[in-house]
């Protein structure tokens, strides 16, 4: 099976949760003898870089706005798949690009989309890019002969808000066993001498709720401990600037860390933050959940359904003094960051990579074989559900 993969910034993955669910995705496909083409945008990905672990890589131009970025590198993919590549089957990430699914379509490619989140719930997008992806997020399950996401919340999201049934299928999580202490040297660090936050610094990512509430923590209740905000965002620099601005000195913003570093932070944190408050599944949390982390987060419901009792909740509803409250009571107990700990790595062991690769294949070969627009069959929808609900989830 020939399958071309558009919407996401490439690979490998050094922005997001798509991108690093389309590197593991694709490379176990490609292990089982599929050609697998991933579209890549050049102020993302290197161009030099022609094939990665296995997927063989098309770099094509687009413009580099807020709101046309991702809209106008998918259109141009789409059309180079329709036109010069020709695969078996299309796979589109993220609801808004839905319309150009029927580009691919119209050209007899079988088409699939995950939908990731509630795109348009985002703060960052203003009235008019709202209204799109509230038309996408609607059309999507019609654009396309198969539509999924990432979480069963987001899925009940969909049929409460738009009266379609979407199947599901979970992000994975997989940690190294070993990891360096470069970068912990790099930054000052102790291992367990700092809470981590990683992710976009983007409004709904609530950067700005966390270091405000250890602003409220006074220094002798942190025990010297750091706070460490890792990530940044291209079309974002007002806000990212706002944050920094509120941050006290016990904060530092070292920008994206990827690969062996971001493990290296993960591992070593005493605990690991995601206030977040839109999206489906996030991979920071399976990742934290993989890397045995003692795990608070906003009480959103998919965060909930991720992480199930492996985690500390605050009120996403209340906000910082709910924050604050919980950084305290976590501070001061070592222990019990030590039992959280523990549920995390057993909760990780629900979440599979490999498991993951073999419900994308199935979808993708029953997209192959299947014509006509729609979402998936209800009966598959509760398959793939009863094969990937997460232990506690009802």
């Known amino acids: 099976m020939r399958i071309a993969i558009l919407g996401t910034r490439g690979i490998p993955a050094s922005y997001s949760g798509f991108e690093t669910a389309v590197e593991q995705i694709s490379s176990r496909l490609v292990e089982r003898g599929h050609e697998v083409t991933v579209y890549c945008r050049p102020h993302v990905v290197d ?52 319309p150009l699914c029927l580009i691919t379509r119209a050209a007899g490619i079988p088409t699939m989309i995950n939908v990731d989140g509630v795109d348009s719930d985002r703060g960052k997008w203003n009235r008019f890019a709202k209204s799109y992806l509230r038309l996408a997020e609607r059309l999507a399950p019609r654009m396309a002969h198969r539509a999924i996401t990432d979480s069963h919340a987001v899925a009940h999201i969909y ?55 250890w602003a409220r923590i006074p220094s002798e209740r942190t025990n010297g401990m750091k706070l460490v905000v890792v990530g940044g965002a291209p079309y974002a620099s007002d806000y990212v600037r706002l944050v920094q601005r509120t941050a006290d000195p016990r904060v530092l913003f070292p920008g994206y860390v ?39 987060v906003n009480d959103y419901r998919p965060n909930a359904e991720t992480v199930g009792d492996a985690g500390v909740y605050f009120s996403g509803t209340e906000g910082v003094p709910d924050l604050a409250r919980n950084l305290e009571l976590l501070l001061r107990d070592p222990e ?22 073999t419900a994308y294949e199935h979808l993708l070969l029953e997209a192959v074989g299947k014509s006509g627009p729609g979402p998936l069959p209800l009966d598959r929808v509760e398959e793939i559900e009863r094969a990937t609900r997460p232990a506690g989830v009802g």
């Open 47 to 98: 161009r030099r870089i022609k094939e990665w672990k296995g997927a063989r890589l098309v770099h094509l131009p687009t413009l580099r706005n807020k709101y046309l970025d991702t809209f106008v590198h998918t259109l141009i993919a789409s059309i180079h798949a329709s036109v010069v590549l020709k695969p078996d089957v299309a796979l589109y990430f993220i609801a808004g690009n839905s």
């Open 159 to 213: 049929e409460e808000r738009y009266g379609r049934a979407i199947g599901v299928v979970p992000y994975g999580a997989e940690a190294p066993e070993q990891t360096t202490t470069q970068t912990l040297r790099r930054l000052g660090l102790e291992p367990r001498g700092y809470v981590l936050f990683v992710g976009r610094l983007e409004p709904e990512n609530n950067a700005h709720l966390l270091v405000e509430a």
């Open 258 to 296: 990827f690969g062996p570093g971001y493990w290296e932070l993960q591992k070593n944190a005493y605990l690991l933050c995601v206030p977040t408050e839109v999206g489906g599944t996030h991979p920071i949390l399976l990742e934290g959940l993989a890397a045995g982390n003692c795990i608070l």
């Open 336 to 357: 019990l960051v030590e039992e959280y700990r523990a549920r995390a790595r057993k909760r990780a062991e629900t979440y599979s990579w490999d498991a993951v690769a």
